[in-house]
T-cell receptor, first 113, second 114 residues
Framework: DQQVKQNSPSLSVQEGRISILNCDYT??????FLWYKKYPAEGPTFLIS?????DKNEDGRFTVFLNKSAKHLSLHIVPSQPGDSAVYFC????????????FGQGTRLTINP | DVKVTQSSRYLVKRTGEKVFLECVQD?????MFWYRQDPGLGLRLIYF???????EKGDIPEGYSVSREKKERFSLILESASTNQTSMYLC?????????????FGEGSRLTVL
C-alpha cells in the first residue's frame, strides 16, 4: 500500500522554465512533508520541507505547496537549471509515527539546455 | 558537516552468503535508519534504531537483521542473501526525538546477489 505516490516517473523541462513535481498521499495523519534530491551514485540530500500548518514554504528557487484537502503537495523549481537534473523524492511523516519517513517512488527530472 | 559513511559502495555476493553492511555517523545522532531503494518503489524502510541496542522494524524487515552496539555505528545483516535482495542500500541518521525531520544519508551500498 503506497501511502506516498509520485505518479510521474520522469519529467523533462527546458532550462530557465519552471519545473513542477507532484506528490499525493493517502494517510491523513501525515503532518510533515519533505523533498529530497538524489544524484546518481550519491545518497539523497534534503531540499525543503513543509509542516501541515502551512500551505507554502519557499527557499530560493524552490517552493513547496501543500493542499491538505486534496492530500497533494508539489515542488516548484524556478528557474530550472541543468544542475537540477536529479531524482526527486517526496516524503511524509506523522507525529505518531515520528521515527519513520515514508517516501514516494521518485521522479527523474531532466533539465534540457 | 554531518558525515554518514557506508563501508562498501559496491558488493557482489552469492545466494546464501551472510552479508554485513556497515554504517558510521560522526554527529552523535540518536537515530539511525536503513532503507533500500528500488526502481519504481522509492525508498523503503528496513529497520531503524533510536538508541544503542534498540531497534525497530520498518516496513520490509523480512530477511534482514540489524545491530547497534555503539551510538555511531548501525549494521545491516543479511543472514542468507537472496537474489531479491539485490538493491541499493542507504543508511541515514538524524538527531533527537520528536517529528521526523531532515535525514542525513550515506552514499549508498549497491549490493548484487548472484
Amino acid at each position: 500500500d503506497q501511502q506516498v505516490k509520485q505518479n510521474s516517473p520522469s519529467l523533462s523541462v527546458q532550462e530557465g522554465r519552471i519545473s513542477i513535481l507532484n506528490c499525493d498521499y493517502t494517510n491523513s495523519m501525515f503532518d510533515y512533508f519533505l523533498w529530497y534530491k538524489k544524484y546518481p551514485a550519491e545518497g539523497p540530500t534534503f531540499l525543503i520541507s513543509i509542516s501541515s500548518i502551512k500551505d507554502k514554504n519557499e527557499d530560493g528557487r524552490f517552493t513547496v505547496f501543500l493542499n491538505k484537502s486534496a492530500k497533494h503537495l508539489s515542488l516548484h523549481i524556478v528557474p530550472s537549471q541543468p544542475g537540477d537534473s536529479a531524482v526527486y523524492f517526496c516524503a511524509a511523516s506523522s507525529f505518531q509515527g515520528a521515527q519513520k519517513l515514508v517516501f514516494g517512488q521518485g521522479t527523474r527530472l531532466t533539465i534540457n539546455p | 558537516d554531518v558525515k554518514v559513511t557506508q563501508s562498501s559502495r559496491y558488493l557482489v555476493k552469492r545466494t546464501g552468503e551472510k552479508v554485513f553492511l556497515e554504517c558510521v555517523q560522526d554527529m552523535d545522532h540518536e537515530n539511525m535508519f536503513w532503507y533500500r531503494q528500488d526502481p519504481g518503489l522509492g525508498l523503503r524502510l528496513i529497520y531503524f534504531s533510536y538508541d544503542v541496542k534498540m531497534k525497530e522494524k520498518g516496513d520490509i524487515p523480512e530477511g534482514y537483521s540489524v545491530s547497534r552496539e555503539k551510538k555511531e555505528r548501525f549494521s545491516l545483516i543479511l543472514e542468507s542473501a537472496s537474489t531479491n535482495q539485490t538493491s541499493m542500500y542507504l543508511c541515514a541518521s538524524r538527531p533527537g526525538q520528536g517529528p521526523a525531520g531532515e535525514l542525513f544519508f550515506g552514499e549508498g551500498s549497491r549490493l548484487t546477489v548472484l
